[in-house]
């Protein structure tokens, strides 16, 4: 069993950067790839960012392409989400979430099998 924990949301202007956290319990993170979605009200959850689990390969969805990196420390079992130029559009509940080991990137929600709490993004115009 994982469990993922994220942080770092909060409030920010349009135009600002954050920098969210997932930490993972358990051994096996460096076999598992890593993903970011997010969910705004009375939206369904979209994939924002994945990473492999080696780190070699990352993948974006159209809207953060150019504003958000995604990276990982396996030492530390943290993947996380740098977030620059934020846009009040980007205003979600972030989600961390892992795949079982060794599979690759995907941005299906039904293909990751664990999941955090999530960390409310808000940002302001």
């Known amino acids: 069993q994982v469990q993922l924990v994220e942080s770092g949301g909060g409030l920010v202007p349009a135009g600002g950067s954050l920098r969210l956290s997932c930490t993972a319990s358990g051994r096996t993170f460096s076999t598992k790839t890593m993903g970011w979605f997010r969910q705004a009200p009375g939206k369904e959850r979209e994939f924002v960012a994945g990473i492999t689990w080696s780190g070699a390969s990352t993948y974006f969805s159209d809207s953060v392409k150019g504003r958000f990196t995604i990276s990982r420390d396996n030492a530390k079992n943290t993947v996380y989400l740098q977030m620059n130029s934020l846009k009040p559009e980007d205003t979600a509940v972030y989600y961390c979430?892992?795949?079982?080991?060794?599979?690759?990137?995907?941005?299906?929600?039904?293909?990751?099998?664990?999941w955090g709490q999530g960390t409310q993004v808000t940002v302001s115009s």
């Open positions: 979430a892992a795949r079982a080991n060794f599979f690759g990137l995907s941005t299906r929600v039904s293909e990751y099998d664990y």
